[in-house]
């Protein structure tokens, strides 16, 4: 089993900034790889951004390229994401995602609103 906790969301303008945080905990030598997915309302939960374990290999959705940045930090077990010139279409839930041996594991979301 695997615990998966998002912290970092909130009410931004704009144009600002957020990072969000995902903390891992129980069975994380299972995990090989880490994401964060968003689903706005209404709308599907999709792919943000993907990193593997050892962090030489991430992946990032279109919409995101150039403005987010995920990294992590084994010995803190926690994925960050960081969001840079947040538009108000980035508004959405953001969930923590591990990939395990397991199955996969997904954290309770945290929401991220972007006014305009």
């Known amino acids: 089993q695997v615990q998966l906790v998002e912290s970092g969301g909130g009410l931004v303008q704009a144009g600002g900034s957020l990072t969000l945080s995902c903390v891992a905990s129980g069975s994380v030598f299972g995990i090989f790889a880490m994401g964060w997915y968003r689903q706005a309302p209404g709308k599907q939960r999709d792919l943000v951004a993907g990193?593997?374990?050892?962090?030489?290999?991430?992946n990032y959705a279109d919409s995101v390229k150039g403005r987010f940045t995920i990294s992590r930090d084994n010995a803190k077990n926690t994925v960050y994401l960081q969001m840079n010139s947040l538009k108000p279409e980035d508004t959405a839930v953001y969930y923590c995602n591990a990939n395990h041996r397991d199955g996969d594991y997904w954290g309770q979301g945290t929401r991220v609103t972007v006014s305009s």
């Open positions: 990193i593997t374990v050892t962090g030489t290999s991430a």
